[in-house]
């Protein structure tokens, strides 16, 4: 299993924030280099960068993306505020492996086909971030009427082949993944499946392994060492 280390980036930092509120932060690196190296020496085949400050509108942290992508050996994607064919450009060109998008393949789905057609399913991943399996979009702040397996056969049907599902109920909590929740998105999702919110322990990555899910990020759990980052790569 992939199991992806997450920097979220806020104000310049790398932060963990509590169930995605950006009031509630938690510092771990104030250099996100430091924390992308890190990482990245203790063996991560793959990095996932999040620009927090984007993502909720307020800012972005595009000076930061373009040093970690001028530093670094392994591949890593990028999302947070990704809502145009634009800003999509923008990241890959700076080296992205591929871009994560949330918001815009809820709200405006045929931007999500243009980018899948201009950059094709390999470099564009959706993150579909729920409350359960209730979407919530825009950062977390907005709830929806969507549910996870029925967006989720949706980006299926326009050509998506690798999806990240987030539990924000527990996302940056340590209080342990909702399996059964997961049991249901991996039953609904056909294609690559990636899974985070509340990974506490190595039982929680053992337990997306038996339910057949392919990836893991981890952001919380790795940064306070209750999981050993070199036993899963």
Do not use: C
């Amino acid at each position: 299993m992939l199991v992806i280390p997450a920097v979220d980036i806020q104000s310049g930092r790398a932060v963990r924030l509590f169930e995605g509120d950006p009031r509630q932060e938690t510092v771990y690196y104030e250099n996100p280099l430091e924390a992308a190296l890190h990482w990245q020496k203790q063996g991560a085949r793959m990095l996932h960068l999040v620009d927090l400050d984007a993502a909720l509108g307020r800012g972005e942290n595009r000076a930061v993306l373009r040093t970690l992508a001028a530093s670094l050996a392994i591949p890593f994607e990028v999302g947070g505020g990704i809502r145009s064919l634009e800003a999509a450009r923008e990241v890959l060109a700076l080296g992205a492996s591929r871009v994560v998008v949330g918001t815009v393949a809820v709200k405006a789905p045929e931007v999500l086909e243009r980018m899948l057609g201009e950059f094709g399913p390999e470099r564009v991943v959706v993150s579909l971030d729920a409350r359960g399996l209730e979407v919530v979009v825009s950062g977390w702040a907005e709830e929806t009427a969507l549910r996870v397996q029925d967006l989720g056969l949706r980006m299926w049907e326009l050509g998506v082949r690798t999806l990240i599902y987030t539990d924000v109920r527990r996302d940056g909590t340590l209080a342990g993944l909702d399996l059964e929740v997961i049991r249901e998105v991996r039953a609904a999702w056909p294609g690559f499946l990636i899974a985070g919110g509340g990974i506490a322990s190595d039982a929680d990555l053992e337990g997306l392994r038996r339910l057949g899910v392919e990836g893991a990020i981890t952001g919380k759990a790795i940064y306070e060492g209750r999981i050993d980052l070199k036993k899963w790569v």
